[in-house]
């Protein structure tokens, strides 16, 4: 997959997702360092992605402070921008930081494997340099982020009921592949 392809994925994955969505500015980072880890994500873990599996699908990627108000307006379930590194290093109106965490993120398939994300998973904890990995299961989108800390940290996103995600079991490094194996 072109860099060009992955670059655009990450910065318009809401106009494939909401195609009604319009911006009054584009969801173009303003901060350096966010462009700056939008980079290393590419680089470090969607390209080796993409040049091993093949074609990758940004199903969430990143989001400026605009972006963010309209989706906790529009389609509020499921989100933590405080914690999650979508906005990566934006602010908001009054020039705080919109996550607490350093890097980026985003939420990805990968084309044929839509049912077996836990190979991508594997892969990812065997191989790649990552911050975080959220697994909600076999065939949904695999949060995955960079970030200064490395941190290796795997956390099971399970679905109760009611629909709503809480966090289940966690590991860090290939400790949690054993997660990984029990979740499939």
Not at 25 to 44: F, I, M, V
Not at 68 to 76: A, D, G
Not at 111 to 137: H, S, T, W
Request: glycine share 6%; net charge positive.
């Amino acid at each position: 997959m072109p860099s060009t392809d992955i670059q655009h994925q990450l910065i318009n994955w809401y106009s494939h997702r909401h195609p009604g969505w319009q911006l009054k500015t584009s969801n173009r980072p303003a901060s350096e360092d966010s462009l700056t880890w939008l980079k290393q994500l590419e680089s470090k873990l969607l390209a080796p992605i993409a040049k091993e599996f093949g074609n990758i699908t940004i199903t969430y990627g990143f989001t400026s402070h605009e972006l963010i108000r309209k989706v906790l307006k529009e389609s509020p379930a499921h989100i933590a921008p405080d914690l999650d590194q979508h906005a990566a290093h934006e602010v908001n109106t009054k020039g705080t930081r919109i996550c607490k965490r350093d890097g980026a993120a985003c939420d990805t398939y990968i084309d044929g494997f839509e049912n077996q994300m836990q190979v991508i998973a594997r892969y990812i904890i065997e191989n790649l340099e990552f911050d975080r990995l959220y697994f909600y299961g076999s065939s949904r989108p695999l949060h995955i982020s960079v970030g200064p800390k490395k941190s290796h940290f795997v956390q099971l996103m399970t679905t109760r009921a009611d629909g709503k995600r809480h966090p289940g079991k966690r590991g860090v490094g290939k400790d949690a592949l054993k997660l990984i194996e029990i979740s499939e």
